[in-house]
Structures are given as structure tokens and as C-alpha cells.
């Protein structure tokens, strides 16, 4: 009895959070990816240090959605220093190749993320 309450009690967490009516856990305070514009796939370039424009400037909007301490990256549209750490840290996080090219993988990060990452931002 005790053991189908249980299995009930979790089947129903988790159809409430697969229908989107319970929102995760997540160390950031800021509103989810959908704040930011959602570009379609075919649209989303690959990116490295040094690129701009406005794939740039959405990456930097995906990726400042992200929790803990990295800081706010200034939607500038330049992939700069702070921009290539940045993604390197959330790569890691998912254990992707740490090489801070945003490729289809990273894209893929950037829409959604993970719940929480325990690697300390690099200070």
C-alpha cells in the first residue's frame, strides 16, 4: 500500500513536470531561455572568439540565463574573453569539448540548460 502511494506520488511529479506545470529547480533567478528570441536551427552559425553579430548577441542572451556566479555578459553582439569563458564553463557543465567554438552541441546547451552545474565558475 505504502509503496503505491509512493510510486503515485512520483508518476505524478513527473507528468506535472513533463506537461510544463511545475517549473525546475534552477540556481538562477532570471526567466527561462524563452525570454530571449529563438532563432531556427538552420539560422543558428557556427560561433568563435571574435565573431559579432546578432547570432553573437543571442548566445550571449542564452547563456546569461544560466545560474550561478559567471557574470552578465552585455548583449553586445562581440564574442569576446568573457563570452569564450563563459561558454567554455556551461560546455564543461555538459560535458562537451571545452573549446568555446558554439557549434550545433552547444546550441542545443545554450535552449536547455542544465539544472544546475557544480564546476566553479573560473574567477
Given at each position: 500500500m505504502r509503496?503505491?502511494?509512493?510510486?503515485t506520488v512520483?508518476?505524478?511529479?513527473?507528468?506535472?513536470s513533463a506537461l510544463g506545470l511545475m517549473a525546475p529547480q534552477t540556481a538562477a533567478a532570471?526567466?527561462?531561455?524563452t525570454?530571449?528570441?529563438d532563432m531556427p536551427s538552420d539560422l543558428r552559425p557556427t560561433l568563435v572568439y571574435g565573431d559579432t553579430g546578432e547570432a553573437v548577441r543571442q548566445a550571449q542572451c542564452l547563456s546569461n540565463m544560466?545560474?550561478?556566479?559567471?557574470?552578465?555578459?552585455?548583449?553586445?553582439?562581440?564574442y569576446g574573453i568573457v563570452m569564450l569563458k563563459k561558454i567554455e564553463w556551461i560546455q564543461v557543465c555538459h560535458g562537451l569539448q571545452q573549446s568555446g567554438v558554439i557549434e550545433d552541441?552547444?546550441?542545443q546547451v545554450l535552449y536547455h540548460p542544465a539544472l544546475d552545474c557544480y564546476l566553479?565558475?573560473?574567477g
Open positions: 509503496r503505491n502511494r509512493l510510486l512520483v508518476a505524478a511529479v513527473c507528468a506535472t532570471e526567466p527561462g531561455p525570454a530571449c528570441s544560466w545560474g550561478g556566479e559567471p557574470p552578465k555578459l552585455t548583449l553586445d553582439g562581440v552541441r552547444t546550441w566553479p565558475y573560473p
